[in-house]
């Protein structure tokens, strides 16, 4: 059976930080690229940060220099450290994975960004 499993959200202050980590099962994940995305309420979902199968990663420019995505194969996880993170940056955050022939997407977790 295929899940994507995110947690590590929650509640933090401007400033803060937080990882992410979103663990995959039943599908070979080193293959996968594995992308971060999130949704705020009224607000489109929006592609934060990709790494591929060989660790090329690209992030968008809302994020670049404050997020960083990584991924361990051997743990079939792929994270996303988020730093100073702002009241912007609340939302549901979504990891995917695709290949040519398969799109899988996690549950997500919730990121609140509050004093």
């Known amino acids: 059976q295929v899940q994507l499993v995110e947690s590590g959200g929650g509640l933090v202050q401007p400033g803060g930080s937080l990882r992410l980590s979103c663990v995959a099962s039943?599908?070979?994940?080193?293959?996968?690229?594995m992308s971060w995305y999130r949704k705020a309420p009224g607000k489109d979902l929006d592609i934060l940060a990709t790494i591929t199968e060989t660790g090329t990663i690209i992030y968008s420019d809302t994020v670049k220099g404050r997020f960083t995505i990584s991924r361990d194969n051997a743990k079939r996880t792929v994270y996303l450290q988020m730093n100073d993170l702002q009241a912007g940056d609340s939302a549901v955050y979504y990891c995917k994975a695709v290949t040519d022939a398969n799109v899988y997407w996690g549950q997500g977790t919730q990121v609140t960004v509050s004093s």
């Open positions: 039943g599908f070979p994940f080193s293959q996968y690229i």
